[in-house]
Structure formats: C-alpha cells, structure tokens
C-alpha cells in the first residue's frame, strides 16, 4: 500500500510546525538529533520539543535554540513599535524580528549578521551529511526552490542569494529535519491543504514588508498553490514552509481518500484566534470502490541527454533511481551535435517521486538540465501472490480485471535466487513457477 501523508494549515505553515507535528507523529526526536548531528552544525544551535496548550488543545512545540554566538543582537530581540508590524508568527521565540526570513540578498547590514551562506554552502552541508537518499534529494530541492523565489523576488541568480546564518541554522534544521522525518515515516506522498495568506506587515532585513512576503506570494505562483483568508491578520506562513510544501506537495486541495494512522499536531509559537496548530493525517492511500479493469494515472517523464559521463556510472545511477521511487528507467544511444556519441536517460515516476529522481539525476550524472513531462497511462489491476514450488515460493505479479487474469509474471529476483541456491538456469526456475501457476 501507498503511505500518503495530509498536511491540514488552519493557521498556516512554518518549518518549526511542521517538526512539531512530525515527532508529534511518532518520529523520535532523538533520531533528528543524531541525523542532523551529521550536517556539521550541532554547535550552533539545541533541538527540544514539549508539549504545548493552543486554545486548550495539545500539540508538539520544537524549539531550534540557537547558542549565543550565532543569536544575532540581543538589543533588538523585539520591535520597537508593536502596533506597526507583527512578529513571526511560527517561528522560534529566540528569533530576532529581522530573522523572521532566513534569506536576504546581497550584502546585510554591517554587524547584524557575523556570518553569511550561500546556496551552495548549504547544499555541500547537507551532501556531505551522507544522509538517507530521499531526505537528501527533498532538502536539496526545498533549499534551491527557496533560493528561486528570492533570487526572483530580488532579480539576482539563486546561487547568489544569502542565507544568513541566524536564519540559515533555523532553515538548515526545519527543511531538513522535516525531510528526515518524511522520510522516517516512509511517506511515498505528500499532500497539502489550501494555505491561508494571512495579512498586515512584518519587519525583516529590508525593512517592513506586507504579508504575505515576496518571496511567499511567489512561492504560492511558483506552487501554483490555492491560497484564501482566514480572517488573521498575521504572518501566518513563513518562507521556509511555503517552500517545503510548493517543493514536497504533490497537489493542493482536500485531503485524499485515505486510512488513517497517525495525527501529529505542530504546536506554532503565539496564541491565535484559532488553534494555531498543523495538523498532519498520516495513513495509507484508500482504493475507492470501482467497476472498472483498469485506471488512468498521471505520471512524470524525465528525460536528458549525455555525453560526457563514464559508462560505468549508469548501472550505479539505474540503482540509485529505483531505490528513490523511479517505476522504470531506460536509456537509448543517441547522435549529439558535432556528431558526439551519447545516451538518452529517460526515468518514468510518480509525481510525487519526481523531485527526489531529479536529485538523483543533478547528483550522479554531468547534465545541466532535465526535461520534465505529465503524461497519463492506463494501468491494470496488479497483485502479487505467493506460489509454491518445490525449490521454496516465489512471488508472482498478476495483471487482472473483475473476471479473469490477464498475465501472470514470476518475480526476476525470486528466480534468481532459487537459480543460484541449486545451480539451476534462471530460464528453466521460471519456466517451473509458471507451470505451477497455471496448474
């Protein structure tokens, strides 16, 4: 079954929410810890969680404490007219005003941030974390989707936008902490609820802006994201979640026909009208009833050309693909120009899989660009039932409809298995497992 997770934004979306409402899903605080212990910034900042009264309902607050050093200036912790513009409102109570967005451009003002980090900086962190592959890829994605909307925002390359480094711990932790417990639970889709805009103005390090922020409201084109008002005159979502979801969510709208396994509520940091609490459903994605055969499902195609990578590399990369959620990957020999030999790479996934493929594909291969394509197919029925041979079980995927059974195919790897144990022929072990099929 497909494990699908539902993320329902009442009150918005931050990245400390999102943490909150995943280790209040079951997902140990102490393995964040140890996983983002490997990114190489432990020392600036404490991992904590608690649990915290909004409107009189529990939830789970994580808190990114950040040591001293890397706090920013402590004498202007809180603005200095209230009235005029709104804290963050998700965002760690530490925080200065001006770190309410963990990016800016160009040079900040002298003595406010020690240390800046550029885009590249932070993706040699999380590269070098060697962390699992998918949380990898996601963090990856969200990072270079923020670094997008700002470098849009202020018209200068992604690679040139500055994340500095008192938001840049905070946004290292949430994004990649968030994937790394996506990740944990083993969630093959992600989902989102229409976001509320919220209103007013906040104060960062431009001065004051409205809400939602530039690089929010182009977040929301970006994701081609639903958005509407709930009434809240806040900073209801914050950069750093608006680009988790427009990154992760694979579409915007109700929840999806799902069981229900696990709710994890994300506590945010002030006390709203309503519950400021992300809730996240977490469960395996329901079949409805139906007559039909077979279905139409959407998919996506990438496809890039190369021609300058070591042959040896492909087999590695197939692997990498499939252990990410590719449902097939093929490559063909192509001519390229100044009639350079080279290979067509085409990777055939979900939707939801295809920003981690695309990690994969930046990683292992030397193209610069990948062509993405939304194509529907037709798929059958398909199960998989156990036959016994005399050799062991093997697996066996048959395609059906209501009335009979179309094809039945013997797994590849069950057959080579028995094939080596007693040093049969793959052919004649798969021959065999058909005929018992059949009989």
């Not at 979640?241 to 990154?247: D, E, N, S």
Request: net charge negative; hydrophobic share 40%; with cysteine.
């Amino acid at each position: 079954m497909t494990k699908i997770a539902y993320l329902d934004c009442p009150t918005g979306i931050a990245g400390d929410m999102c943490l909150g409402a995943l280790v209040g899903a079951g997902v140990p605080l102490d393995y964040l810890t140890q996983q983002l212990n490997r990114l190489g910034i432990s020392h600036e900042y404490h991992l904590r969680a608690e649990k915290v009264l909004r409107n009189g309902q529990e939830a789970t607050k994580v808190y990114v404490d950040l040591k001293a050093e890397f706090a920013g200036v402590a004498e202007i912790d809180e603005p200095v007219e209230a009235p005029t513009f709104d804290e963050h409102s998700h965002h760690h109570h530490h925080e200065h005003p001006d770190h309410n967005h963990p990016h800016s451009t160009d040079v900040p003002p002298e003595g406010l941030y020690p240390h800046t980090r550029h885009l590249k900086e932070i993706e040699n962190i999380i590269i070098s974390a060697k962390l699992p592959p998918r949380a990898e890829a996601w963090s990856l994605a969200v990072f270079r989707k923020l670094a997008a909307a700002e470098g849009t925002v202020h018209g200068i390359p992604p690679e040139k936008v500055h994340f500095h480094e008192v938001g840049a711990t905070d946004a290292i932790v949430d994004i990649v902490g968030t994937c790394l417990g996506l990740d944990w639970l083993g969630i093959d889709a992600l989902y989102c609820s229409p976001l509320p805009t919220g209103g007013g103005t906040v104060r960062a390090a431009h001065g004051q802006m409205p809400v939602p922020t530039p690089a929010v409201l182009k977040l929301f084109e970006m994701g081609k994201m639903p958005v509407y008002s709930n009434g809240i005159n806040r900073e209801l979502v914050t950069p750093t979640g608006a680009a988790i979801v427009c990154t992760l969510a694979a579409s915007f709208g109700p929840s999806p026909a799902m069981t229900l396994q696990q709710i994890g509520l994300g506590a945010g940091s002030r006390n709203l009208p309503i519950p400021n609490i992300l809730r996240l459903w977490v469960g395996e994605a329901a079949i409805l009833p139906s007559d039909n055969s077979s279905e139409i499902e959407t998919i996506s195609v990438l496809e890039t050309q190369i021609d300058d990578l070591n042959p040896q590399a492909i087999g590695y990369l197939f692997e990498q693909l499939f252990e990410v959620g590719a449902l097939d990957v093929f490559t063909q020999p192509i001519g390229m120009k100044k009639s350079r030999p080279g290979i067509l790479l085409t990777v055939i996934c979900h939707p939801q899989k295809q920003v981690a493929c695309e990690g994969v594909i930046f990683r292992e291969t030397t193209t610069l660009g990948i062509r993405r394509l939304s194509q529907e197919r037709v798929i059958l029925a398909r199960e998989i039932v156990e036959v016994n041979t005399r050799y062991g079980p093997v697996r066996v995927k048959i395609a059906k409809t209501p009335d009979h059974i179309l094809k039945a195919q013997p797994e590849y790897e069950d057959c080579a298995a028995i094939a080596k144990k007693h040093n049969l022929p793959w052919r004649e072990v798969h021959r065999l497992v058909l005929e018992q099929w059949y009989s």
